[in-house]
């Protein structure tokens, strides 16, 4: 006789449903093996399950018992099998009855039959959620990660006896996990006036435009690029599952007030390419680029990074997802970061600086600067230099720190995120014709907008991709200022953020 239970494929290149099959017969001799390409941590669960099942006094079958876990070209590895398998086995002893299709067990047996947490177990039940299941068992020990969860009927259990009163567990209590947790503004309080350089950080957070600030050293780049995790949005739910999910995946946790914030990344410039980008040996491991999805990557000195690191990152930056190829799968991951990145204008850093003498020859500038690439500049919207000198004026009492103004630069910029993402955006098509832009602009440009647009070819060098993100820039900053249409003015103003000469 055959029976049937549900368990997950914990590997990230196939996230899918295992089906365990276990045939219990009265032939040969008693026995008890499991197939289904496992690993050694599923083939010791054998010792566990029979030591758990004769410690709360259930009597397992003294018979042929063959465990099948398919499909069975999907590597199978994890503790977490565990639970799943005795579950169905208590099928058999009619201790236990559930459906398969809609619940599934997750969990490592003690030899005592209690049932300890296990790694990675928020990343298990979405991924179970994502597949359809209704009802998940897990370790009892977990449950404080899983609160964000509130569509899903999650039960806790201490000990395989819990599964013998099914009925009788009470079920996990979900937090609200729209509630908004208000932090302090760590980084922006720090920042003494520079109210322009503030809002244009808040120009790239409303339309996630990608960044680049050069500046000298110590005159507040990496300052005003970490104050972008205080002013950035939340994220809505779906996001932040999506966030959570990775994060489980590799361990790393986050606390109930983090479920909503976007992840912000910032990986030191010795990092390697496969930490940047994904992908160890034969496995598939997100990277840094795939951390940060739905968040800010930002990379501090930005010409430090390998070259190329900084050349792979033009497909993440232009399509917004990476594709990982190894020899057995291939998986797409999804790349929707915003990138802040610093530099400085010289290898001594001094370059053009109104006191300090450079150091470096005009070989050396123009060595360092080449590092970044053209075709990495064209993928980077806004593009400003930042000297970092202070006016007498903003360092008095009234112009340190307003309180105010930071909660007034956050809500504009929600403001203006939410009505961009409402206001249908044809430019997003990336086989837009010209005809289709010039009825865009006639519409939403002012007539001395579209003339200052129409001499742009003419009067600079400006490719198709910059063109639109002149487009697409000018947009933000209209809708940040509250204008019914796109004006000229908004349109210099992204012509000047974008570096074009």
């Given at each position: 006789?055959i029976?049937?239970?549900?368990?997950?494929?914990t590997?990230?290149?196939?996230e899918?449903?295992?089906?365990?099959?276990?045939?219990?017969?009265?032939r040969?001799l008693?026995?008890?093996?499991?197939?289904g390409?496992i690993?050694?941590?599923?083939?010791?669960?054998?010792?566990?399950?029979i030591?758990s099942f004769?410690?709360i006094?259930?009597?397992f079958p003294?018979k042929?018992?063959?465990?099948?876990?398919?499909?069975?070209?999907?590597?199978?590895e994890?503790?977490h099998f565990?639970l799943?398998i005795?579950?169905?086995l208590m099928?058999?002893?009619?201790?236990?009855?559930y459906?398969e299709k809609s619940t599934?067990f997750l969990?490592?047996?003690?030899?005592d039959?209690s049932i300890?947490?296990?790694k990675?177990?928020?990343?298990?039940?979405?991924?179970?959620r994502?597949?359809?299941?209704?009802?998940?068992?897990?370790?009892?020990?977990?449950?404080?990660?899983?609160?964000?969860?509130?569509?899903?009927?999650?039960i806790?259990?201490?000990?395989?006896?819990?599964l013998?009163?099914?009925d009788?567990?009470p079920?996990?209590?979900?937090l609200?996990?729209n509630?908004?947790?208000?932090s302090l503004?760590?980084?922006f309080?720090?920042?003494?006036?520079n109210?322009?350089?503030?809002?244009?950080?808040a120009?790239?957070?409303?339309g996630n435009?990608?960044?680049?600030?050069?500046?000298?050293?110590?005159?507040?780049?990496?300052?005003?690029?970490?104050?972008?995790?205080?002013?950035?949005?939340?994220?809505?739910?779906?996001?932040?599952?999506?966030?959570?999910?990775?994060?489980?995946?590799?361990g790393?946790?986050?606390?109930?007030?983090?479920?909503?914030?976007p992840?912000f990344?910032?990986?030191h410039?010795?990092?390697?390419?496969?930490?940047?980008f994904?992908?160890?040996?034969?496995?598939i491991i997100p990277?840094?680029?795939?951390?940060a999805?739905?968040?800010?990557l930002?990379l501090?000195?930005?010409p430090?990074f390998?070259?190329?690191?900084?050349?792979g990152?033009?497909?993440?930056?232009?399509?917004?997802?990476?594709?990982?190829s190894?020899?057995?799968?291939?998986?797409?991951?999804?790349?929707d970061?915003?990138?802040?990145?610093?530099?400085?204008?010289?290898k001594?850093?001094?370059?053009n600086?109104?006191?300090i003498?450079?150091?470096?020859s005009?070989v050396?500038?123009r060595?360092?600067?080449n590092k970044?690439?053209?075709?990495?500049?064209?993928?980077?919207?806004?593009?400003?230099?930042?000297?970092?000198?202070i006016?007498?004026?903003?360092v008095s009492?009234q112009?340190i720190?307003s309180?105010?103004?930071?909660?007034?630069?956050?809500?504009?910029i929600?403001?203006t995120?939410?009505?961009?993402n409402?206001?249908s955006?044809?430019?997003?098509?990336?086989?837009?014709s010209?005809?289709?832009i010039?009825?865009?602009?006639?519409?939403?440009?002012?007539?001395?907008a579209?003339?200052t647009?129409?001499?742009?070819?003419?009067k600079?060098?400006?490719?198709?991709?910059?063109?639109?993100?002149?487009?697409?820039?000018s947009?933000t900053?209209?809708?940040?200022?509250?204008?019914?249409?796109i004006s000229e003015?908004?349109?210099?103003?992204?012509?000047?953020?974008?570096?074009?000469?």
């Amino acid at each position: 006789m055959i029976f049937y239970g549900s368990s997950l494929s914990t590997n990230f290149e196939v996230e899918e449903k295992v089906n365990i099959e276990i045939n219990i017969s009265e032939r040969g001799l008693p026995g008890f093996e499991i197939y289904g390409l496992i690993n050694k941590s599923i083939e010791e669960s054998k010792k566990r399950i029979i030591n758990s099942f004769e410690n709360i006094g259930v009597v397992f079958p003294l018979k042929n018992v063959v465990v099948n876990l398919s499909p069975a070209d999907i590597s199978k590895e994890g503790t977490h099998f565990d639970l799943g398998i005795a579950a169905t086995l208590m099928k058999y002893t009619s201790l236990l009855n559930y459906n398969e299709k809609s619940t599934i067990f997750l969990g490592e047996l003690s030899l005592d039959g209690s049932i300890k947490g296990i790694k990675n177990i928020l990343y298990l039940v979405l991924t179970a959620r994502s597949l359809g299941f209704k009802e998940v068992y897990v370790p009892y020990g977990n449950l404080d990660e899983l609160h964000c969860i509130n569509d899903l009927k999650i039960i806790g259990l201490k000990s395989l006896v819990d599964l013998l009163k099914l009925d009788t567990q009470p079920e996990l209590s979900s937090l609200d996990i729209n509630k908004k947790f208000e932090s302090l503004p760590l980084s922006f309080n720090k920042i003494y006036g520079n109210k322009n350089n503030k809002k244009i950080l808040a120009y790239a957070l409303s339309g996630n435009h990608h960044l680049l600030i050069s500046g000298f050293p110590g005159s507040g780049k990496s300052l005003l690029s970490k104050s972008a995790v205080d002013l950035i949005p939340d994220l809505d739910t779906n996001s932040a599952f999506d966030v959570s999910k990775i994060y489980s995946y590799l361990g790393i946790k986050r606390s109930h007030e983090e479920f909503l914030r976007p992840p912000f990344r910032s990986p030191h410039n010795s990092s390697s390419y496969a930490s940047i980008f994904g992908g160890v040996g034969k496995s598939i491991i997100p990277g840094e680029v795939c951390i940060a999805n739905k968040g800010i990557l930002f990379l501090d000195e930005f010409p430090e990074f390998n070259r190329l690191v900084i050349e792979g990152l033009r497909t993440p930056l232009e399509d917004k997802y990476i594709t990982i190829s190894r020899s057995k799968y291939k998986k797409i991951l999804k790349t929707d970061f915003l990138l802040i990145a610093t530099m400085n204008p010289c290898k001594c850093g001094y370059f053009n600086h109104h006191k300090i003498e450079c150091k470096c020859s005009p070989v050396e500038v123009r060595r360092y600067k080449n590092k970044i690439s053209g075709p990495i500049l064209d993928r980077i919207d806004i593009q400003i230099n930042f000297d970092g000198r202070i006016e007498t004026e903003e360092v008095s009492v009234q112009e340190i720190y307003s309180y105010g103004e930071f909660k007034d630069l956050k809500e504009k910029i929600e403001v203006t995120k939410n009505l961009l993402n409402m206001d249908s955006n044809e430019l997003s098509n990336k086989n837009i014709s010209f005809s289709e832009i010039n009825k865009f602009t006639q519409k939403n440009f002012t007539d001395k907008a579209v003339f200052t647009l129409n001499s742009l070819q003419e009067k600079y060098s400006v490719s198709n991709r910059r063109y639109f993100k002149i487009l697409n820039l000018s947009k933000t900053i209209s809708f940040f200022n509250r204008r019914e249409k796109i004006s000229e003015e908004d349109v210099l103003e992204a012509l000047y953020l974008t570096g074009t000469k």
